[in-house]
């Protein structure tokens, strides 16, 4: 899956008049989005620093979601990548989530959104400055 700018600006928005609620929603689109980074940033960890997995993370939609398992595969495949490559000196680490207990809050969402960011900058400068071996083959140069 290609990469997508991550959302990094989740708020809360006091309710109109109204009573309606005007912040972020954290729908199937953005659940998609934020898997399909991870499964993007997988692959170019791959280049980097071969010899790892993640968790599968099938796309969802409306009656899949949302289990306290889908955004613990979140969690697990941010922190494994994280822990087989490079760990941002600000990385809290993962958290764990239970059924029926509370659910991710905008502070969680642009926790994971940032993370999948620094690393996906991070893994570019890398692969940018790779040494490479210039070499001649036959009077051309490769």
């Not at 809290?92 to 207990?101: I, L, Q, R």
């Amino acid at each position: 899956m290609a990469w997508q700018t991550p959302k990094t600006d989740w708020k809360i928005q006091p309710v109109d008049e109204n009573g309606r609620y005007n912040g972020d929603w954290f729908n199937i689109a953005d659940y998609n989005r934020i898997t399909g980074n991870i499964e993007a940033l997988h692959a170019l960890a791959q280049e980097l620093y071969p010899g790892f997995s993640i968790v599968s993370m099938p796309d969802q939609t409306v009656s899949d979601f949302p289990y306290a398992s889908i955004i613990n595969n979140i969690e697990n495949n941010l922190d494994s990548i994280v822990n087989s490559t490079w760990k941002p000196p600000d990385y809290p680490g993962k958290k764990t989530w239970y059924a029926n207990g509370s659910t991710p809050t905008v502070d969680d969402l642009n926790r994971i959104e940032g993370i999948l960011l620094t690393l996906y900058s991070a893994f570019q400068r890398q692969k940018a400055v790779r040494p490479k071996l210039s070499f001649e083959l036959k009077g051309s140069e490769f």
